[in-house]
């Protein structure tokens, strides 16, 4: 489950989540930004802080920002440690198959654990040509088989499966020793995670949601009914009430009301 800062870290470690995810998601559903692109390391940093002073039980990962790690394995190794420093997490994910290979071993040979995620990888969006679904062919298929044999073989603890037909989803994790968790790619995948805003519904009526969403609440409309009710009750003085308020005696009160008039 992923979760973005101190409040949505603490529900979701108190619901007993396995993992929860720091994901660059938030740049678009916590920060207003059109894409996952455009959110820097600092601020990622600061969330990542956040959500480790709630969470107790889960596992903390935080997502490496596009531009963090893909120059060299020496770079996301950098970028790696200042995450477990700074951020204070338990490991870091990263998007990329085969080609990753070598800057997740070496960010797992410096004790730094790897999630990887391979299938649709939504900072390198403009190159697939937007968000569409991988591994519609067999070539494909086999395609997305290498990149998670690939990151699994250099040293990754399990991978997240992006927008993959369920069926060859379910087929590679037959074929890995490590755990795939799948978002939009069926539920042959060892588990599951979804952005914890959407699956809430903490957000207004109309705004796009990816197909694999199941809306399971409505956080929004909750809050809305509960603000407008607020708002209702102050204009019409009906909140603060006296059970939410501090009490004087008759006596303090009606001496500081004849120190009032003896002013005047």
Not at 6 to 12: G, T
Not at 122 to 134: E, H, M
Not at 201 to 218: A, E, I, M, S, T
Request: charged residues 20%; hydrophobic residues 45%.
């Amino acid at each position: 489950m992923t979760a973005h800062d101190f409040p949505s870290a603490h529900v979701a470690d108190a619901a007993g989540m396995d993992i929860v995810l720091v994901g660059d998601s938030l740049a678009m559903v916590a920060m207003g930004m059109e894409d996952t692109s455009e959110i820097v390391m600092e601020e990622m940093l600061l969330h990542c802080r956040s959500v480790a002073r709630a969470t107790k039980a889960a596992m903390t990962i935080g997502d490496l920002t596009m531009g963090t790690y893909e120059i060299s394995p020496e770079q996301a190794l950098a970028s790696a440690i200042r995450f477990i420093k700074e951020g204070r997490m338990q490991g870091v994910k990263l998007e990329g198959g085969e080609e990753m290979a070598p800057t997740i071993r070496r960010i797992t040979s410096a004790g730094i654990p790897v999630l990887a995620h391979v299938g649709l990888t939504p900072q390198r969006q403009n190159a697939l040509g937007g968000f569409r679904v991988q591994g519609k062919t067999s070539e494909a298929a086999a395609k997305l088989l290498r990149d998670a044999i690939a990151v699994q073989e250099a040293g990754a603890f399990a991978m997240v499966i992006e927008a993959v037909p369920a069926p060859v989803a379910a087929l590679i994790t037959k074929k890995l020793r490590v755990p795939t968790i799948g978002i939009g790619a069926g539920n042959g995948c060892s588990g599951q995670v979804l952005v914890q805003v959407d699956m809430t519904g903490n957000f207004p009526p109309g705004r796009f949601l990816p197909k694999f969403v199941k809306k399971y609440g409505d956080v929004w409309g909750e809050s809305l009914r509960a603000i407008e009710a607020y708002k209702a009750d102050v204009k019409s003085r009906a909140y603060p009430g006296p059970e939410h308020t501090y009490p004087i005696s008759d006596e303090e009160l009606a001496a500081f009301e004849e120190s009032l008039e003896s002013r005047e």
